[in-house]
């Protein structure tokens, strides 16, 4: 097993590709922390993991709030004793083009998908500096590296991570702790419910692989990453897209 007893704690792990993450670092023999803001949807799947033996805690968590955020990784300490991974999976998008796109769709963005991954990486690595080792891991996105049009928010935000990624990589890699980053392409998950078929199509035509990515696809790549398979791999951006290029 690759991440034997290894504490892992999973931002938006209720569904989508936190959930897919949590399954594969689950059958790789880690204890799972799983903080979501959707309770229901939470403890739905703990419920699943738990049924497979997986050490597993739900623990309803807003990433945007500091004291939610203190709370979790205080539960994480007292369930588990440590965090040996932090994944900074929840995100959020409310797209629109430039011209139209209200301060309120700005700001709710940038809360969960920057202000999150600030306030949770800060949190964790407290814990990460007294263990002298640790790994956090960060979705960015294709479209923080190539831009998309209607998405100035979600690509400040990914481009925002790849920056923090780097810098903390730099800033903690002497300390044991290595930082790095997904950018995941199209990937079929709810996120991606809005989304009309037509535009999927087209996406899917302009991959180079000629498929659209399942969560599993993401799964791997974090499982790659936060194991001994990526024990030299600090500041990396690592693109798990079909070879999807703008
Ligand atoms: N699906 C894609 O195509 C794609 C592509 C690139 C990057 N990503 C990134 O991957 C990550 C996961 O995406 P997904 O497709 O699985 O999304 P999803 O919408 O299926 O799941 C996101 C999860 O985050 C949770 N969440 C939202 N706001 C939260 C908050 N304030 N506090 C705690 N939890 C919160 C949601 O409840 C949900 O369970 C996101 O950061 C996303 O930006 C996804």
Redesign the pocket.
């Known amino acids: 097993m690759r991440l034997k007893d290894k504490v892992a704690v999973i931002?938006?792990g209720?569904?989508?590709?936190?959930k897919a993450t949590a399954e594969l670092f689950g059958k790789e023999g880690a204890k799972l922390i799983l903080?979501?803001?959707?309770q229901e949807?939470g403890e739905t799947t703990v419920g699943e993991l738990k049924a497979r033996g997986i050490p597993c805690v739900f623990v309803r968590?807003?990433?945007?709030d500091a004291a939610s955020v203190a709370a979790l990784f205080a539960r994480t300490v007292e369930e588990f004793g440590r965090v040996d991974v932090l994944v900074n999976?929840?995100?959020?998008t409310a797209d629109g083009w430039l011209a139209k796109m209200s301060e309120d769709q700005w700001d709710r963005v940038i809360g969960?998908?920057l202000k999150?991954v600030f306030l949770c990486s800060q949190a964790a690595v407290k814990i990460m500096l007294e263990q002298g080792s640790g790994c956090i891991l960060n979705?960015a996105?294709?479209v923080g590296i190539y831009g998309n049009q209607g998405q100035t928010n979600y690509v400040a935000t990914k481009a925002g991570v790849i920056g923090m990624t780097k810098g903390w990589a730099k800033e903690l890699g002497p300390k044991g702790i290595r930082v790095n980053a997904v950018a995941?392409?199209?990937?079929m998950?709810?996120?991606?419910a809005s989304v009309p078929e037509k535009v999927l199509k087209m996406m899917e035509e302009k991959t180079p692989l000629r498929r659209l990515g399942q969560?599993a696809d993401i799964a791997e790549a974090y499982l790659f990453l936060a194991a001994d398979s990526g024990s030299y791999v600090t500041g990396a951006v690592l693109s798990v897209d079909g070879g999807l290029v703008t």
Not at 14 to 18: E, F, K, L, Y
Not at 89 to 92: C, L, R
Not at 189 to 192: E, G, K, L, N, S
């Open positions: 931002t938006g209720a569904r989508g590709i936190g903080a979501d803001f959707d949807t968590t807003n990433v945007v999976n929840a995100g959020i969960v998908n999150g979705a996105s294709v995941p392409g199209f990937i998950t709810d996120m991606m969560a």
